[in-house]
Nanobody
Framework: QVQLVESGGGLEQPGGSLRLSCAFSGFTLDYYSIGWFRQAPGKEREGVSC????????SYADSVKGRFTISRDNAKNTVYLQMNSLKPEDTAVYYCATTAYVCGPPYDYWGQGTQVTVSS
């Protein structure tokens, strides 16, 4: 059974950092890529970052490039999203999701999300 569980969200001041974790079970990163997404109130969900199963390559939305870093720990079955230089516009519920092989839709399984709030 596939499961993804996000953690690490919270309240942070602008300029601060948070590290989100996506702990998963039921599949391996050998064949599945994992993406991070976010949805702010009143806005559509947007892709933030993805790490590919094929070669570990990463991709980022322009809005987070240079500030966020995605990484994986195969031994711990966990993917991380390190978020630095946080801005109020990063406030959203963050989700991780998995897709077969390369990054890109469809993402078949989703976690429940973790709230990130950036505010002074």
């Amino acid at each position: 059974q596939v499961q993804l569980v996000e953690s690490g969200g919270g309240l942070e001041q602008p300029g601060g950092s948070l590290r989100l974790s996506c702990a998963f079970s039921g599949f391996t990163l050998d064949y599945y890529s994992i993406g991070w997404f976010r949805q702010a109130p009143g806005k559509e969900r947007e892709g933030v970052s993805c790490i590919s199963s094929v070669d570990g390559s990463t991709s980022y939305a322009d809005s987070v490039k240079g500030r966020f870093t995605i990484s994986r720990d195969n031994a711990k079955n966990t993917v991380y999203l390190q978020m630095n230089s946080l801005k109020p516009e990063d406030t959203a519920v963050y989700y991780c999701a998995t897709t077969a092989y390369v990054c890109g839709p469809p993402y078949d399984y989703w976690g429940q999300g973790t709230q990130v709030t950036v505010s002074s």
